[in-house]
């Protein structure tokens, strides 16, 4: 099987890190080689900016834009020296987080949604994902999870109101491109979201080994 990029997206809590492992289990299975990668990190200056991005900073607070363009910068790393060199070598990608939480989280805040696009144009360079799967859970049991881990980050720590909005934009976003982008309810246990997975994902290996 060629190279293969795989997204998965959704809310904070909704399992992303867990559901990531696991499809790297699933592609072991066929010993595709792969690898994981996360956003907003990667590497180790993505690393160190995404704790800087995460803390709440009470002296100094990140304004719209500069969070939109920080997001973008450390994509734009992880593209040069995570996702593409591994593409280029055979390797299928699973990245938690991708372009779509920009549009969806960062898109709350920008007035002017065709400044993202030009951006991400410029950014992707035309790389999109193979496949995408959004965990998507109610935003209440989303908070609920999240507190119950522990510590929370400075976006972690928004509204209901605000992973509401963020819920509602992914979706829409969604509705355009159904067919690489697939909707996983993970309201329920984790074991029947990673049998909806696996099915989902052998049927769609199926179709693309060669």
């Known amino acids: 099987m060629k190279s293969k990029f795989i997204v998965v997206e959704g809310l904070d809590g909704s399992g992303k890190t867990t559901i990531c492992n696991y499809i790297k289990k699933i592609f072991e299975i ?15 200056l993505n690393e160190k ?6 803390k709440k900073n009470k002296n100094e607070i990140i304004s719209d834009k500069a969070e939109l363009l920080m997001f973008y ?8 020296y995570v996702i593409k060199p ?18 969806a989280y960062q898109g709350y805040n920008i007035k002017n949604k065709k400044i993202i696009k030009k951006i991400s144009s410029y950014v992707l360079d035309k790389v999109k994902p193979d496949i995408t799967l959004f965990l998507d859970i109610d935003p209440k049991i989303s908070i609920n999870r999240i507190i119950k881990r522990g510590k929370l980050d400075r976006i972690e720590k928004k509204s209901l109101k605000f992973f509401t909005k963020v819920r509602k934009r992914y979706l829409k976003i ?7 982008i697939k909707i ?13 997975i696996k099915i989902l994902l052998l049927k769609w290996l199926l179709k693309n080994i060669k």
């Open 49 to 54: 900016i995404r704790h800087i991005i995460k």
């Open 174 to 180: 969604i509705k355009k491109d159904k067919k690489k």
């Open 30 to 44: 066929f010993n595709i080689k792969i690898i994981i990668t996360r956003e907003p990190g990667g590497t180790p």
């Open 73 to 80: 910068a450390l994509r734009a790393q992880s593209l040069e």
């Open 184 to 196: 996983i309810n993970t309201n329920k246990s984790i074991h029947k979201v990673k049998k909806e």
């Open 86 to 103: 591994s593409l280029k070598k055979g390797l299928c990608v699973i990245s938690d987080r991708h372009d779509l939480s920009t549009y």
